[in-house]
């Protein structure tokens, strides 16, 4: 199984930075079903959050929300007009009151990830969080490995239009779901 064929995508598109505290670029969230490959929106980003953690074991699948199924339409039709890009799976939950960000580079050249703690400080690497949780004790408990700084990759031509590999879909299917 390769991590590369699990989408897990976001909206994400120029934002003005006058309006919000953060320059996050990710303005809606949204899972891909590995079984239909029609998306649905994910509501808060904690919600994203949790089902990107465990996406490689867990993949999502239309039935997940409540009262759908693989023959309901999607929420989103497949929009060139967005810019969609594929996030890393299997990121671990930001810890409670950590923030974690994606920053878009003017550029396009990449994206930045860093965390704002609770007390408001960016925490742009892992030397950063190690300072950070020495300085502050009260985070003592939490695990270093929780902070990933590694960025989804912006795609050449900005959008991805490319569905999941069946494969990894069909090995949870026959393993977790129950087809009719
Ligand atoms: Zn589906």
């Known amino acids: 199984m390769t991590g590369g064929s699990i989408w897990v995508k976001m909206e994400s598109r120029q934002v003005s930075r006058s309006v919000g505290k953060t320059n996050d670029v990710v303005d809606l969230y949204a899972v891909q079903c590995c079984i239909c490959f029609k998306w649905s929106t994910v509501p808060t980003k904690e919600e994203y959050e949790t089902i990107r953690q465990s996406f490689k074991e867990d993949p999502w699948v239309c039935f997940k929300k409540q009262g759908r199924s693989c023959d309901n339409p999607g929420d989103l039709e497949y929009d060139t007009s967005r810019m969609w890009i ?57 695990n270093p490995s929780d902070f990933v700084f590694s960025s989804p990759k912006i795609p050449k031509e900005m959008i991805l239009g490319t569905p999941a590999e069946r494969g990894d879909c069909e090995t949870h299917s026959n393993k977790k779901l129950k087809r009719s």
Request: overall charge positive.
């Open 86 to 142: 594929a996030d890393k799976p299997n990121i671990p939950k930001s810890p409670p009151g950590f923030n974690r960000i994606l920053s878009r580079r003017s550029d396009f050249s990449k994206f930045d990830v860093y965390y704002i703690t609770p007390t408001g400080k960016k925490l742009r690497g892992p030397a950063d969080v190690e300072k950070f949780l020495q300085e502050y004790p009260r985070f003592k408990d939490i």
